[in-house]
């Protein structure tokens, strides 16, 4: 029987990391690999989340409602990716043709998420920062990686689509994409039971106050 994506989940997730040529060739290939991509972005989102936790700490969230909450924020992070692919497949089929099919630029862009794994180290204090920034260069260098070698690019080429691709998401998120983001804001709170305070400078005032409970809804 022939080996899938998902027999060699662990192997391409290291190659993916290490910016491995070969594992960017597998993934165009191999059964399952869009499966394989999903599941990197969805335990991606996860890290993050747990990385992030100390606002659902703070928002004195109970252990189920903080369990979906991260739950949630995984999916959420999901959806960011998905339009981060259409977004980029878009760019490269109308700057670079001959057109490629979603599903190639979708499974370049889930393995390039490989490096984001490590999200839950922006917990550490001090170098939460450092390491997250870290991380989304390590990502962005996957990514070029990846659209270099799986779909016969070149190092500009490849670098034009990832930025525009990113850009015209951020756009998007910033325009049309405002209710979208509305709409999980207003899930992330529904599941944590309260009206989650995430801003900075608000989470370090509710800790110096000793974690004062908000309102629940």
Same mark, same amino acid.
């Given at each position: 029987? !022939?080996? &899938?994506?998902?027999?060699?989940?662990?192997?391409?997730?290291?190659?993916?990391? &290490?910016?491995?040529?070969?594992?960017?060739?597998?993934?165009?290939?191999?059964?399952?690999?869009? !499966?394989?991509?999903?599941? *990197?972005?969805?335990?991606?989102?996860?890290?993050?989340?747990?990385? +992030?936790?100390?606002?659902?700490?703070?928002?004195?969230?109970?252990?189920?409602? @903080?369990?979906?909450?991260?739950?949630?924020?995984?999916?959420?992070?999901? *959806?960011?990716?998905?339009?981060?692919?259409?977004? &980029?497949?878009?760019?490269?089929?109308?700057?670079?043709?001959?057109?490629?099919?979603?599903?190639?630029?979708?499974?370049?862009?889930?393995?390039?998420?490989?490096?984001?794994? @490590?999200?839950?180290?922006?917990?550490?204090?001090? @170098?939460?920062?450092?390491?997250?920034?870290?991380?989304? *260069?390590?990502?962005?260098?996957?990514?070029?990686?990846?659209?270099?070698?799986?779909?016969?690019?070149?190092?500009?080429?490849?670098?034009?689509?990832?930025?525009?691709?990113?850009?015209?998401?951020?756009?998007l998120q910033?325009?049309?994409?405002?209710?979208?983001?509305?709409?999980?804001?207003?899930?992330?709170?529904?599941?944590?039971?309260?009206?989650?305070?995430?801003?900075?400078?608000?989470?370090?005032?509710?800790? +110096?106050g000793g974690?004062? &409970?908000?309102? !629940?809804q």
């Open positions: 029987m !022939r080996e &899938t994506a998902l027999d060699l989940f662990w192997q391409l997730v290291w190659g993916s990391i &290490t910016l491995n040529t070969e594992t960017f060739q597998q993934i165009q290939t191999l059964p399952l690999s869009s !499966r394989g991509a999903f599941y *990197i972005v969805l335990f991606a989102g996860l890290s993050q989340a747990i990385g +992030q936790s100390i606002i659902l700490f703070v928002n004195r969230v109970k252990p189920i409602r @903080f369990v979906l909450s991260l739950v949630i924020a995984s999916f959420l992070f999901a *959806i960011g990716y998905l339009f981060w692919a259409i977004s &980029t497949w878009a760019v490269k089929n109308v700057l670079f043709p001959p057109a490629v099919s979603l599903e190639h630029v979708y499974r370049t862009l889930g393995y390039a998420y490989a490096p984001q794994l @490590f999200g839950f180290l922006v917990a550490l204090p001090y @170098f939460g920062v450092p390491i997250s920034v870290l991380l989304s *260069i390590w990502s962005f260098l996957a990514l070029l990686t990846g659209l270099a070698i799986s779909l016969r690019l070149s190092v500009e080429q490849a670098l034009v689509c990832g930025f525009l691709g990113w850009l015209v998401l951020e756009i910033r325009t049309i994409g405002r209710p979208v983001s509305a709409i999980g804001q207003w899930l992330s709170n529904r599941v944590a039971g309260v009206d989650l305070v995430t801003d900075l400078k608000q989470v370090e005032q509710m800790m +110096q974690f004062q &409970t908000p309102p !629940r």
